[in-house]
């Protein structure tokens, strides 16, 4: 009889096993999506229209799916690519005035706004909740690759992104590999397993808010101890905000926040990243 029990025991800790392998390794802010409290938490985005430089460009794929992208080009040759990813509405006009004004910020270099979301563009909470659901990551990673390729065998790259786009800009840097200097995520759901952050060899910056609900303390206490052990250098700084607060197309913009975690973020990029030729 014990035996039997033994046995059964057993086989219930490996159908547990087995069934915990086949689940996604990381979902990322995907996991938030059909949160309704999450939905409320990102104001509908105003009616900003970018009326500055820059162009929509045509990237080519491995699947032969052009990838979509807004980029500020340098105006003499540079190696410096800045790569930002959008948050859960999309590339839209709020994506590309930050782009646009981190271009501002340095001399010389690139900046490419990816856009994940293959020419979706969402103006309300549902369409940007089904939008970022239906993201594969499979096909986001093609993107990403086909972006970092775009940008030379030489390329100097950063990356950035808010929410949904703070953990692709880790994911970005983490494909980026050895062209990747300086990553920064503004309240992103980072990786979770040792073997997913392994390649990494940028430094990391995150920007986090006290009040989030969702990428909260616990969620980056546990990301800390995963850098620790597999030596990666993150620098965390908490605001008394709430998520979203760097964003002033939103109702939950915290101006005094948002400019000091800009200013963060340039230095972070400047020593790590940038250097004027």
């Not at 646009?100 to 293959?118: C, G, T």
Request: with cysteine.
């Amino acid at each position: 009889m014990r035996s039997t029990t033994f046995i059964l025991l057993i086989l219930l800790l490996v159908s547990a096993c087995n069934s915990f392998d086949k689940q996604p390794a990381n979902e990322g802010m995907s996991k938030f999506a059909s949160s309704k409290s999450f939905q409320k938490a990102h104001e509908i985005p105003g009616d900003l229209q970018y009326e500055g430089p820059g162009d929509y460009v045509k990237i080519p794929t491995a699947s032969g799916q052009d990838a979509n992208a807004f980029m500020l080009k340098a105006e003499k040759a540079s190696n410096d690519y800045l790569l930002i990813i959008h948050e859960w509405y999309g590339l839209n006009e709020y994506a590309k005035q930050e782009a646009a004004k981190l271009f501002e910020e340095f001399s010389n270099v690139n900046v490419i706004a990816l856009d994940l979301y293959d020419g979706n563009v969402a103006d309300n909470r549902e369409d940007a909740s089904k939008y970022m659901k239906a993201v594969k990551e499979e096909r986001a990673v093609e993107i990403v690759d086909a972006v970092i390729e775009f940008t030379g065998e030489d390329a100097n790259i950063a990356t950035l992104g808010w929410c949904f786009g703070g953990g692709w800009s880790l994911k970005t840097a983490i494909q980026a590999k050895d062209k990747a200097s300086a990553c920064v995520i503004y309240y992103g759901s980072p990786v979770e397993k040792a073997e997913e952050l392994a390649p990494l060899k940028a430094p990391i910056l995150g920007i986090f808010a006290e009040n989030d609900k969702w990428i909260n303390h616990e969620m980056i206490d546990k990301f800390k101890v995963l850098t620790q052990a597999t030596k990666k250098s993150f620098e965390e700084h908490w605001f008394e905000a709430d998520h979203a607060f760097a964003n002033p197309s939103g109702g939950r913009y915290n101006e005094k926040s948002a400019k000091d975690a800009y200013q963060l973020v340039i230095a972070f990029l400047e020593k790590n990243w940038y250097s004027e030729n």
